[in-house]
């Protein structure tokens, strides 16, 4: 197949880019690389794709040079026009729409940055998929979106009115969005819910990589809530097996479906909701305990009060991924940590 995947020097998208690449696929990545968070991070992720750093050029094509079915291109989501040509130049036979403005707290310093890219931006790529008859896409949703919501595990089929972060509700809007044009054009969608992504190269706002860098420069890690709280830790590998799937088995219409009383995780129309979890959330304190025996180091914490727009617990269903797919995660806490800590030792060069 030939896919677009957005966002390859984000951490996802770069995993589910390699992973297609591997597996004989044609890939055309794109990403603004923009400065959430360190860019030589983001332009190394693409070095490990063969996308070199001084090759790169706004708008045009990087030829990987590790990859023969590879090129990048920058190019970023609100440019309508660009991604109006990046569309009509290319005959996708799927497109991967993992490019977001991620993270919740920002979203509360910098509210326009994710109505720009993920509410306008999604459009234009609803719009390129609707424009060239492209009926096979998946997207990036988010666990934030379940909100309020207490009632646990998180199933799919729970209603999700009540976000609590911008950034959920944008991942909501997507949704939403992705549904109407599953509807009105018959583009065959699917949403991805993931929960709380961990592995070698993550992103340095989430928990694990502030955790590791505080411990090794000895500085006090931020424990929220006083540690009471939980996350559905799930492993990198395990995420993109589900991604792959979800790709190679687009979306169908759900015959069983009833407009009388209607869930939200699928419709008459070609859409999906699923949830892409370890399915057994951990307690702060232990993942902490874990990061400290692979370190050998006891942190120092500075324990705080809840911050704003975050949940106290995440706990994923993946009943329905278990159904479809027979998608089960399979790397446990233990070795998903010692992978994580032998990587950041070796990428910043941290001696044990």
Not at 84 to 90: G, H, I, T
């Amino acid at each position: 197949m030939k896919i677009l995947v957005t966002g390859t020097a984000g951490f996802i998208g770069f995993y589910v880019a390699r992973r297609l690449l591997e597996m004989g696929n044609e890939v055309i990545g794109m990403d603004i690389i923009n400065d959430y968070y360190d860019i030589d991070l983001k332009y190394s992720r693409l070095s490990e794709l063969g996308i070199e750093r001084e090759e790169i050029v706004y708008g045009s094509y990087t030829i990987s040079n590790k990859f023969d079915k590879h090129k990048f291109v920058k190019l970023n989501l609100v440019d309508r026009d660009g991604i109006a040509k990046l569309f009509e130049e290319e005959s996708f036979d799927a497109v991967c729409h993992l490019a977001a403005q991620a993270g919740v707290r920002y979203s509360i310093e910098n509210p326009y940055a994710y109505i720009d890219s993920n509410i306008t931006g999604f459009i234009h790529i609803l719009e390129g998929c609707r424009q060239h008859e492209i009926k096979n896409l998946s997207f990036a949703s988010s666990s934030s979106i379940y909100g309020l919501n207490q009632s646990q595990p998180f199933k799919t089929s729970d209603h999700t009115d009540h976000p609590v972060s911008l950034y959920a509700a944008t991942k909501k809007s997507a949704e939403m969005m992705a549904h109407t044009y599953a509807h009105l054009y018959g583009i065959q969608v699917t949403g991805l819910r993931f929960f709380t992504v961990y592995g070698p190269w993550g992103r340095p706002d989430m928990a694990p990589m502030l955790f590791v860098d505080a411990i090794v420069h000895n500085r006090a890690i931020k424990v929220f809530n006083y540690g009471n709280m939980s996350r559905d830790f799930t492993y990198i590998d395990d995420i993109v097996d589900g991604i792959i799937k979800v790709i190679y088995n687009p979306a169908k219409s759900n015959d069983k479906w009833n407009p009388q009383t209607p869930t939200p995780e699928s419709s008459s129309a070609p859409y999906r909701i699923y949830n892409i979890g370890n399915n057994a959330p951990v307690a702060l304190m232990d993942f902490i305990k874990t990061i400290e025996k692979s370190l050998g180091v006891v942190a120092k914490k500075d324990m705080l009060p809840m911050q704003s727009g975050d949940v106290v617990s995440t706990y994923a269903d993946t009943t329905n991924m278990q159904r479809d797919f027979d998608y089960l995660a399979k790397i446990g806490l233990d070795d998903g940590v010692e992978r994580f800590v032998g990587w950041y030792r070796e990428f910043y060069m941290i001696p044990k």
